[in-house]
């Protein structure tokens, strides 16, 4: 099971840190993503870690302004949003991927519930 939290309300230039805790199940040797979905769109890629943490992927949309990081003792991957716009606004979801190779191919095999990010223009 995945949990994801430290969703908010902040306002744009603005940061927050989210973070998906496992449990019931160690996921050190997954891969780890988030992904979003806006209203009336679909779920996109945001990023992802493998499970060694030497390997990280990320979307043109957000390269540069999130780091995604984990920590594997705690079970726990981390998402951090510093320089947020209106535009980042969406459900956050954490999910244990089987394996990467790009922002467009992966396998999936866990998803966690989301967390509700909103930014204010």
């Known amino acids: 099971q995945l949990q994801a939290s430290g969703g908010g309300l902040v306002q744009a230039g603005g940061s927050l840190r989210l973070s998906c805790a496992g449990s019931?199940?160690?996921?050190?040797?997954?891969?780890m993503g988030w992904f979003r979905q806006a209203p009336g769109k679909e779920r996109e890629f945001v990023t992802a870690?493998?499970?060694?943490?030497?390997?990280?992927y990320y979307a043109d949309s957000v390269k540069g302004r999130f780091t995604i990081s984990r920590d594997n003792a705690k079970n726990t991957v981390y998402l951090r949003m510093n320089s947020l716009k209106p535009e980042d606004t969406a459900v956050y979801y954490c999910?244990?991927?089987?394996?990467?190779?790009?922002?467009?191919?992966?396998?999936?095999?866990?998803w966690g519930q989301g967390t509700q990010v909103t930014v204010s223009s």
């Open positions: 999910a244990a991927l089987l394996w990467i190779v790009s922002q467009n191919s992966y396998k999936s095999a866990y």
């Open positions: 019931g199940r160690t996921f050190s040797n997954y891969a």
């Open positions: 870690i493998s499970w060694s943490a030497d390997l990280t």
